[in-house]
């Protein structure tokens, strides 16, 4: 079975400050990956994918993430930080040959953005 | 267009309650999901139901039951609360394998006295 590990549970950085949020999936065969990003008091929202195709992806708020296979990773990066992006980060996987299985959550990274 | 929709967003049970959580979405699609999200637990899955008249059971599944009324809607049951279901509850939908994006609703804040 699938699994993802998001090596920081919280990651404080000053505003205008770069940022990496880190992500780790346990399979090396064929993946689909997300982030998403929750607002405080709110539900999840997608950030962004990658499905096939250029392994760089980016957001439309200035997030990028790169699927890197070799290392299993798929960190999401941001080279200036801002308040608003303060929020708890989800990153997730799907085996796009497993049939209809959920999606599979790490536990979440708390970015915290410091003025 | 109001996406995922759940009732009721804040929900205060005394233990041995029954109670059940409502789910709504409009956007056709194929498949529904319920979590849980607790303090440095990330998202757990309680049940989810691939299409219309089928469900499974996720990672939690212990003390919950989910009906798959219609392809619309997905409700999920507590028969008898316990203090240990205190949480935040977020139901998604999706259709699975073209993009395997879910869309999450607003959540609902249960907490069991």
Redesign the interface.
């Known amino acids: 079975a699938q699994s993802v590990t998001q090596l920081d549970?919280q990651v404080p950085v000053f505003e205008e400050a770069p940022v990496e949020l880190r992500c780790n999936y346990s399979s090396s065969v064929s993946v689909?990956l997300?982030w998403?990003v929750q607002y405080p008091n709110?539900?999840?929202?997608?950030l962004l994918?990658y499905?096939s195709g250029s392994t760089l992806v980016e957001s439309i708020n200035g997030f990028e993430a790169e699927f890197n296979k070799s290392q299993t990773s798929f960190h999401l990066r941001k080279p200036s930080v801002h308040i608003s992006d303060t929020a708890e980060y989800?990153c997730a996987v799907?085996d796009?040959f497993s049939g209809?299985t959920?999606?599979v959550?790490?536990?979440?990274t708390r970015l915290s953005v410091i003025a | 267009n109001a996406g995922?929709t759940q009732t009721p967003k804040f929900q205060v049970l005394k233990t041995g309650q029954s109670m059940t959580l409502q789910c709504a979405q409009d956007m056709n699609h194929n498949?529904m999901?319920w979590y849980r999200q607790d303090p440095?637990?990330?998202?757990r899955?309680i049940y989810?139901s691939?299409?219309e008249g089928t469900t499974d059971k996720?990672e939690v599944p212990n003390g919950y039951n989910v009906s798959r009324l219609n392809k619309r809607e997905f409700s999920l049951r507590l028969e008898s609360a316990a203090p240990s279901q205190t949480s935040v509850y977020?139901c998604?939908s999706s259709v699975?394998?073209v993009?395997?994006?879910?869309?999450?609703?607003?959540?609902t804040r249960l907490t069991v006295l």
């Open positions: 549970s689909y997300f998403y709110q539900g999840l929202q997608l994918k499905l989800f799907s796009p209809n959920p999606l959550f790490g536990k979440g | 995922v498949s999901y440095g637990m990330g998202l899955l989810y691939a299409s996720g977020f998604a699975p394998r993009t395997d994006t879910q869309y999450f609703g607003p959540g």
